[in-house]
């Protein structure tokens, strides 16, 4: 398997994602630890759902799960402005505090598109917890609800990134680490293929 080779640089390791993983469990956990009912946690598929596996093992609250899918990049590497929600909660979220866990925040597009929707369902705070955070890239300002909080596992550079839940057309999720593509596998009109 050569997926290895198509990495021109690691830029975290598996153990250093690990780390910052347990430092921002703490946090939430010491954060949101006064509040009696279940914290809702709601992943935004896909590319959040090995941090979102990794983090809920370290919250030491009381919590709910659910998945919320927008739609960005299709298969390229350029933010798309409108994006979509392709596929809705199902649990009520009325009242609740609620974290929106994110695999990256580049533009703001997704995070603003999907504040309003869950402020909208009647959300007591909706905060966001990122893995991670892009702010040079920054185009659209999103507010936070209520007295939400942001939570950011590191600040990446301006690459485009792949692994630990994060694809180029649809690969690449399962690298247990974060790293750059060689050009070579991210060219336009190129097609990604493991060999
Ligand atoms: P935004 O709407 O903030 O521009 O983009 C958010 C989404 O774009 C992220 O949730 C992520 O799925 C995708 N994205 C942004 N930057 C990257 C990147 O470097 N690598 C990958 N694989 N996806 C990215
Ligand atoms: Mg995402």
Same mark, same amino acid.
């Given at each position: 398997?050569?997926?290895?080779?198509?990495?021109?640089?690691?830029?975290?390791?598996?153990?250093?994602?690990?780390?910052? %993983? /347990?430092?921002?469990?703490?946090? @939430? &956990?010491? +954060?949101? $630890?006064?509040?009696?009912?279940?914290?809702?946690? !709601?992943? =935004?598929?896909?590319?959040?759902?090995?941090?979102?596996?990794?983090?809920?093992?370290?919250?030491?609250?009381?919590?709910?799960?659910?998945?919320?899918?927008?739609?960005?990049?299709?298969?390229?590497? %350029? /933010?798309?402005?409108?994006?979509? @929600? &392709?596929? +809705?909660? $199902?649990?009520?979220?009325?009242?609740?505090?609620? !974290?929106? =866990?994110?695999?990256?925040?580049?533009?703001?597009?997704?995070?603003?598109?999907?504040?309003?929707?869950?402020?909208?369902?009647?959300?007591?705070?909706?905060?966001?917890?990122?893995?991670?955070?892009?702010?040079?890239?920054?185009?659209?300002?999103?507010?936070?609800?209520?007295?939400?909080?942001?939570?950011?596992?590191?600040?990446?550079?301006?690459?485009?990134?792949?692994?630990?839940?994060?694809?180029?057309?649809?690969?690449?999720?399962?690298?247990?680490?974060?790293?750059?593509?060689?050009?070579?596998?991210?060219?336009?009109?190129?097609?990604?293929?493991?060999?």
């Amino acid at each position: 398997m050569a997926m290895e080779d198509h990495i021109e640089r690691i830029l975290w390791t598996d153990e250093e994602i690990s780390n910052r %993983v /347990s430092e921002l469990a703490s946090q @939430i &956990s010491n +954060d949101f $630890k006064q509040f009696s009912s279940a914290l809702v946690i !709601i992943g =935004v598929a896909t590319g959040a759902f090995l941090f979102l596996a990794d983090i809920v093992r370290k919250i030491t609250l009381p919590i709910t799960v659910d998945f919320i899918r927008v739609g960005s990049y299709g298969s390229g590497t %350029v /933010s798309n402005a409108s994006p979509i @929600i &392709s596929s +809705d909660i $199902k649990i009520d979220i009325k009242g609740k505090h609620v !974290i929106v =866990v994110e695999d990256i925040v580049d533009t703001g597009n997704t995070l603003s598109c999907l504040m309003s929707h869950l402020e909208s369902k009647g959300a007591c705070s909706v905060s966001v917890c990122t893995f991670l955070d892009k702010p040079a890239r920054r185009k659209v300002h999103f507010e936070l609800v209520g007295e939400g909080k942001f939570y950011r596992g590191f600040e990446c550079p301006d690459y485009f990134v792949v692994g630990y839940g994060m694809d180029f057309a649809e690969l690449y999720r399962n690298l247990p680490y974060v790293g750059v593509l060689k050009p070579e596998y991210t060219s336009d009109g190129c097609v990604a293929t493991i060999s």
